[in-house]
């Protein structure tokens, strides 16, 4: 019987929750590298049981985890992220140039055919690849080098490199976003990019519709339709039909349409899910309800999923990466909050279950399904 | 032989408990302490400095016999006790909350 096993990062260490395909009883496993953070952790789509976590302290700096049986056992992989060749400066909150410093791997992306490749977004905004199972990591340089770097800046979190997306159908087509620089694309896999921002509107940016320099919060793909893309910006939900060429709006009916996580049903590329925040500087849900909105539609007409979810007085967060989807039908659906509870849903949404309470703020969820 | 006394996180990744005992080929200094203590445990290295620049990370200590080393040229000689292994070589996280 096939299973789930999701993979949690919370501010002060990993967990593991698994079930059945039933989805109801869950078992937690945890805390996993405790009193660490643990922005991300994912699995190889050709191996599940390899899995990358990325462990960082304000202290201890970053260390990269790897587990080769599903999350039991870990093994500590190499965590020198240089960058490669002159360094550069990025613009800087006062408005001066600022030079690239590491801070921690926000996001890893294990290939899609390769359980020894893998791709790490960092902070200061940079693309690492390792071909050695997480070793040896080597800058893919022609990102940060992009003639608009000089001008991408940190957002409140900093200047990170948290969505990288690589696309089934097209092998060497990558799509990354930056807060606060937007939207790139490679075709060459991860040589060259380009900036993939047109139709994007920031108020909050001289130009709201400049080519790079807004803060995109997370875009998402249904693996059977990779040209189309869906992003949750700071403001506004867009979509893309063609690849990220350009970009439309579909905020629709949301109560509000800042949020972070954006992410779409595992069979029907045209349902996606985001949890609407009060507004940029009241990072909790409004009127207190902690609402997912799905859309059948693929954006423009939404609806409120409430059942199981608390209704009042709920001013938790979702952040961008701790929201995933399982493969089963019908499709699972599971969300953390910074209030430490991780939420299930095993019918696309209609109703929710929390699987725990009480952890740790949750950074990121990550589904995998299993045979 | 030098005795080193690493935070706690520290210990449980380099998955040793208590001190750690190293031998130096030369003499004493806290970079030559590092670099021993690196080569001997490779996970660690990165969290005690910088793995490129060798700049001790901003919440990290270096106390001895009393004083705080941490702001001295790292090539400096480390004091008789410590180099002796009469008294350990401490590297403490900073009081910071959370």
């Not at chain 1, 990993?14 to 643990?38: C, K, M, N, Q």
């Not at chain 1, 849900?285 to 007409?301: A, C, F, I, N, T």
């Not at chain 1, 209609?350 to 995998?368: C, G, H, K, Y």
């Amino acid at each position: 019987m096939s299973g789930i096993r999701l993979l949690v990062g919370t501010r002060k260490g990993g967990f593991v929750l698994t079930a059945d395909g039933t989805r109801e009883r869950w078992d937690v496993s945890g805390p996993h590298f405790g009193g660490w953070e643990l922005y991300h952790l994912k699995g190889s789509p050709a191996d599940p049981n390899r899995i990358y976590a990325s462990q960082s302290s304000g202290w201890f700096g970053q260390v990269i985890q790897r587990s080769s049986d599903g999350g039991k056992t870990w093994e500590t992989m190499g965590n020198k992220f240089e960058y490669e060749g002159a360094v550069g400066t990025h613009l800087w909150y006062d408005g001066t140039q600022r030079p690239w410093e590491f801070a921690r791997v926000w996001h890893l992306e294990p290939s899609l055919t390769d359980p020894d490749t893998v791709y790490a977004g960092i902070q200061d905004a940079a693309l690492f690849r390792s071909k050695d199972g997480g070793q040896t990591w080597q800058e893919l340089a022609g990102l940060r080098t992009h003639k608009s770097a000089p001008v991408w800046q940190p957002g409140a979190g900093g200047m990170c490199l948290h969505t990288i997306l690589l696309d089934p159908s097209h092998p060497g087509r990558i799509f990354i976003a930056i807060s606060a620089a937007g939207t790139f694309r490679s075709d060459d896999g991860g040589t060259t990019w380009r900036p993939m921002n047109r139709g994007l509107r920031s108020e909050q940016i001289p130009d709201p519709t400049a080519e790079v320099g807004h803060c995109v919060h997370r875009i998402a793909m249904h693996r059977a339709r990779p040209n189309v893309l869906f992003m949750q910006k700071h403001w506004d939900v867009m979509r893309s039909d063609d690849a990220g060429e350009s970009w439309r709006e579909v905020s629709g009916n949301l109560p509000t349409d800042f949020g972070f996580p954006i992410d779409v049903h595992a069979h029907e590329p045209e349902t996606i899910y985001v949890v609407p925040i009060k507004s940029d500087s009241e990072h909790y849900p409004p009127d207190g309800k902690l609402r997912v909105y799905r859309s059948r539609s693929g954006g423009q007409e939404w609806e409120a999923l409430t059942k199981g979810l608390p209704q009042a007085h709920c001013y938790v967060n979702v952040l961008r990466d701790a929201m995933a989807v399982d493969t089963l039908d019908p499709c699972g659906v599971y969300f953390g909050t910074t209030g430490g509870q991780v939420y299930g849903s095993s019918n696309g949404g209609d109703s929710w279950t929390p699987i725990v309470r009480d952890l740790p703020s949750v950074v990121s969820v990550e589904a995998q399904t299993l045979p | 032989m030098i005795r080193v006394v690493l935070p706690a996180h520290l210990r449980t990744l380099a998955r040793v408990d208590g001190e750690v005992k190293l031998e130096l080929g030369g003499p004493a200094t806290p970079d030559a302490v590092l670099e021993a203590l690196e080569t001997a445990y490779p996970t660690l290295r990165g969290t005690i400095r910088d793995q490129v620049t060798h700049r001790r990370r901003a919440f990290l200590r270096f106390f001895a016999c009393g004083e705080d080393l941490s702001h001295e040229p790292a090539d400096t000689p480390l004091p008789e006790a410590v180099a002796t292994g009469a008294e350990p070589f401490l590297i403490v996280g900073a009081m910071a909350g959370g």
